[in-house]
């Protein structure tokens, strides 16, 4: 009972979000698929609240055992005690928070990115070493995206942005439709392998 109880459940609650998706029956679609979805979002706050907790013990461990830049984790806590507990004292025109999220959340976040940026140049520099055509290929679409993208590129010139967004609306957009197609297939046929309890790792990989 402890494994067919958890297949006969997922295969019933994924039978009824696919006939809602596909077929709006209107006692199921209101009452039964509404309960489904409550309940997912109830599971989701509980797992919010055990990822919180996990984090908290981990570093809570790291900081007493004094491990390396163990000064880290208590930014960390802080941080997330502050962010959580302000919006539950102040629920109204809450201006603490909206300063703390806008002057240094988003500071931090566009840092982080800014920083992205070196690593991205590293590895597009590794990429586009010209060792066989495809390369050769690869380093001339990004440089002209590259340049088209920047006003000195229009200035040396004017075709840069022209043949940029040709590049980008063209090949981009048909390789990431490619992309989106294969994500779709495969998730697709995963969610059927768990729906008809052909996947079981949800069992923790029994």
């Given at each position: 009972m402890r494994r067919e109880v958890p297949i006969a459940v997922t295969f019933v609650a994924g039978i009824l979000f696919l006939l809602d998706y596909f077929i709006k029956i209107p006692y199921v679609s209101e009452n039964v698929v509404?309960?489904?979805?409550?309940?997912?979002?109830?599971?989701?706050?509980?797992?919010?609240?055990?990822?919180?907790?996990?984090?908290?013990?981990?570093?809570?461990?790291?900081?007493?055992?004094?491990?390396?830049?163990?000064?880290?984790?208590?930014?960390?806590?802080?941080?997330?005690?502050?962010?959580?507990?302000?919006?539950?004292?102040?629920?109204?025109?809450?201006?603490?928070?909206?300063?703390?999220?806008?002057?240094?959340?988003?500071?931090?976040?566009?840092?982080?990115?800014?920083?992205?940026?070196?690593?991205?140049?590293s590895a597009a520099y590794r990429a586009f070493r010209i060792r066989t055509k495809e390369a050769a290929v690869l380093l001339v679409s990004a440089v002209?995206?590259?340049?088209?993208?920047?006003?000195?590129?229009?200035?040396?010139?004017?075709g840069f942005p022209e043949y940029s967004s040709w590049l980008q609306t063209i090949f981009t957009t048909a390789g990431m439709r490619g992309i989106m197609i294969g994500a779709s297939l495969g998730a697709t046929v995963t969610a059927l392998r768990i729906i008809f309890g052909i996947d079981k790792s949800y069992f923790g990989g029994q």
């Amino acid at each position: 009972m402890r494994r067919e109880v958890p297949i006969a459940v997922t295969f019933v609650a994924g039978i009824l979000f696919l006939l809602d998706y596909f077929i709006k029956i209107p006692y199921v679609s209101e009452n039964v698929v509404g309960q489904f979805l409550d309940w997912a979002i109830i599971i989701a706050a509980f797992a919010l609240i055990l990822g919180a907790a996990n984090l908290l013990r981990i570093h809570i461990q790291k900081i007493i055992k004094g491990k390396k830049e163990w000064w880290n984790s208590v930014i960390l806590l802080v941080a997330m005690f502050v962010m959580a507990i302000i919006p539950i004292i102040w629920t109204q025109q809450n201006a603490v928070y909206t300063f703390l999220f806008k002057h240094i959340f988003e500071n931090l976040n566009g840092t982080m990115f800014a920083l992205l940026a070196f690593y991205i140049a590293s590895a597009a520099y590794r990429a586009f070493r010209i060792r066989t055509k495809e390369a050769a290929v690869l380093l001339v679409s990004a440089v002209v995206v590259m340049l088209g993208a920047t006003p000195i590129g229009a200035k040396i010139w004017s075709g840069f942005p022209e043949y940029s967004s040709w590049l980008q609306t063209i090949f981009t957009t048909a390789g990431m439709r490619g992309i989106m197609i294969g994500a779709s297939l495969g998730a697709t046929v995963t969610a059927l392998r768990i729906i008809f309890g052909i996947d079981k790792s949800y069992f923790g990989g029994q």
